[in-house]
């Protein structure tokens, strides 16, 4: 059975065999052939360490940020609410709608 991946990378045996490899590979090579090997290496660590502390940073904002609900205030004045309070105001209005009792 073919294993992915990121399965073998996150059982301890993929590690410990990387890190067993690449020293025996590198052994006959110059200092300046392993510095070539590491530099990206080292590059890739500081990368990587950073992309988790702001992974890090953002759950903890996330977790401590409360959730809220904005509600904006109508406004008072619109048209419609100018003219609904104008027949309110002729004494005719009764809080009834004609088209409720059709039947």
Do not use: W
Not at 47 to 74: F, I, N, P
């Amino acid at each position: 059975a073919v294993v992915s991946t990121q399965s073998a990378i996150t059982a301890g045996g993929y590690i410990s065999f990387i890190r067993d490899l690449v020293p025996d590979l590198c052994s006959e090579m110059t200092s300046d052939d392993i510095k070539k090997i590491s530099n990206p290496l080292v590059t890739l660590t500081h990368d990587k360490s950073r992309q988790e502390k702001e992974a890090k940073k953002l759950a903890q904002q996330a977790s401590s940020k409360k959730t809220s609900l904005k509600v904006q205030k109508k406004q008072t004045d619109t048209r419609s609410d100018f003219l609904l309070n104008e027949y309110k105001d002729m004494g005719n209005y009764d809080d009834f709608d004609d088209l409720d009792d059709f039947m």
